[in-house]
């Protein structure tokens, strides 16, 4: 079962605030790029409702990693794999991809970063693309 959903209608999906819902438990993985100032919101979040052994896939730019608070997350909750694009990817700011064929190339660096929820051991670097 695939359930898409965002903030505001962009798509064929269901509309609501992700971190405003109830947590109720989510049995599945989560896959998601959340806006960048609430990621670790969205982090916290979605561990706390799906089950153990389930994944959580988020899509945040590369210096993620960086940051006295979110090296504490990090401790707390190892990411088990963090896949880091080797090339720049264009991405269309609110689902504007008109004006993203128009720009030039990205400064921004972006990874997937991997949580399998009760993964206590070293996050493991990967490169793609």
């Known amino acids: 079962i695939v359930r898409a959903s965002d903030l505001i209608q962009r798509c064929d999906c269901e509309v609501y605030d992700f971190l405003s819902m109830e947590n109720t438990e989510w049995n599945g993985d989560i896959i998601t ?7 670790t ?9 799906i089950s153990k052994g389930n994944k959580l ?12 608070e979110r090296k504490n997350l990090f ?5 088990k794999v963090i896949y880091i694009s080797s090339s720049r990817i264009m991405c269309a700011k609110n689902g504007d991809f ?6 030039g190339g990205s400064a921004v660096a ?3 970063y ?14 793609i693309n």
Do not use: C, H
């Not at 896939?57 to 006295?68: I, P, R, S, T, Y």
């Not at 401790?75 to 990411?79: D, G, V």
């Open 33 to 39: 790029n959340p806006p960048y100032k609430y990621a």
């Open 41 to 49: 919101n969205f982090i916290y979040k979605a561990l706390s409702i």
């Open 57 to 68: 896939a988020m899509f945040l730019k590369v210096q993620f990693m960086e940051g006295k």
């Open 75 to 79: 401790r707390e909750f190892p990411p």
């Open 98 to 103: 008109e004006t993203m064929k128009k720009g």
């Open 110 to 112: 972006y990874a997937w």
């Open 114 to 127: 991997v949580w399998e929820k009760g993964y206590k051991g070293d996050t493991i670097v990967k490169w």
